[in-house]
């Protein structure tokens, strides 16, 4: 008999996530972040590349800023349980990616995703009202 485990909290709600994202039309996946495991040594690999980030989100997702704009911004969601905590790696990747105007968000339900896609919009929107020199270097 092959007794199966319950998923982790932050994999149900990963998975939930990815779904919704489906059913919405917005193009998503999940990043693997794990090491490539090693049958003979039984244990996973670190690699040892240059290139090689740690913490990264655990969600990529295109969301499309209004359906008549032609573009998408990638929107990085980190899935974390009620009493989750990101950890160092995670709290350095959120930095770079906002300090290069990008969105990362954590994400605790589906309530916070349907705020983080709002808020993505709206920033966007801002942007554009106000500033479309911004976003003139971009599209150029």
Do not use: C
């Amino acid at each position: 008999m092959v007794r199966r485990t319950r998923a982790q909290p932050e994999r149900q709600l990963q998975n939930s996530i990815l779904f919704f994202l489906k059913l919405n039309k917005i193009d998503a996946w999940p990043v693997s972040s794990v090491g490539i495991f090693d049958p003979v040594r039984k244990r996973f690999r670190k690699s040892h590349s240059v290139f090689t980030r740690r913490g990264l989100a655990d969600v990529e997702a295109l969301v499309r800023v209004h359906p008549d704009v032609s573009f998408s911004v990638t929107v990085y969601l980190e899935m974390k349980s009620v009493t989750g905590k990101q950890s160092k790696d995670q709290r350095e990747f959120e930095f770079m990616i906002k300090k290069n105007g990008g969105y990362y968000f954590i994400i605790r339900s589906i309530d916070q995703l349907k705020h983080a896609i709002a808020e993505v919009h709206s920033d966007f929107f801002a942007k554009w009202l106000f500033h479309p020199h911004l976003l003139k270097k971009d599209i150029d």
